[in-house]
């Protein structure tokens, strides 16, 4: 008896995931069903621009005085930035900076906040 209701659990156990696989039915191309942020990040994405947030990107500082602060593109009012005051060193210096409000690093650089359009 537990030897017939044993193959009746396990034909029933298999047959959905069976069904699964033989369905002829793909999904569409992402753009499609994608709304919002994330369709225009695959939009941008797919006209050459692999990180448009700039969240990868290395900016090279400048003069870094008052008068003259390194530029950091933002689309929003605050952004978190990393300085790395000495070419050899090993820590990064994180500070926040606010739209309006240039911030001086440990180091004495000087970063302000430029808007950016969104993406």
């Given at each position: 008896?537990?030897?017939?209701?044993m193959n009746i659990?396990?034909?029933?156990?298999?047959?959905?995931?069976?069904?699964?696989?033989?369905?002829?039915?793909?999904?569409?191309?992402?753009?499609?069903?994608?709304?919002?942020?994330?369709?225009?990040?695959?939009?941008?994405?797919?006209?050459?621009?692999?990180?448009?947030?700039?969240?990868?990107?290395?900016?090279?500082?400048?003069?870094?005085?008052?008068?003259?602060?390194?530029?950091?593109?933002?689309?929003?009012?605050?952004?978190?930035?990393?300085?790395?005051?000495?070419?050899?060193?090993?820590?990064?210096?994180?500070?926040?900076?606010?739209?309006?409000?240039?911030?001086?690093?440990?180091?004495?650089?000087?970063?302000?906040?430029?808007?950016?359009?969104?993406?």
């Open positions: 008896m537990a030897f017939i209701w659990a396990k034909r029933f156990a298999f047959r959905s995931t069976g069904r699964n696989f033989s369905s002829k039915v793909t999904l569409g191309d992402p753009i499609e069903h994608a709304t919002g942020l994330e369709k225009r990040e695959l939009l941008a994405k797919l006209a050459g621009n692999d990180d448009p947030f700039d969240a990868n990107k290395v900016f090279k500082r400048g003069a870094g005085t008052k008068a003259q602060p390194n530029e950091i593109p933002s689309a929003f009012d605050a952004r978190l930035v990393g300085c790395v005051c000495e070419e050899g060193s090993t820590s990064i210096n994180w500070m926040w900076l606010h739209k309006g409000e240039p911030k001086r690093c440990e180091c004495g650089n000087w970063f302000t906040l430029v808007h950016k359009a969104p993406v």
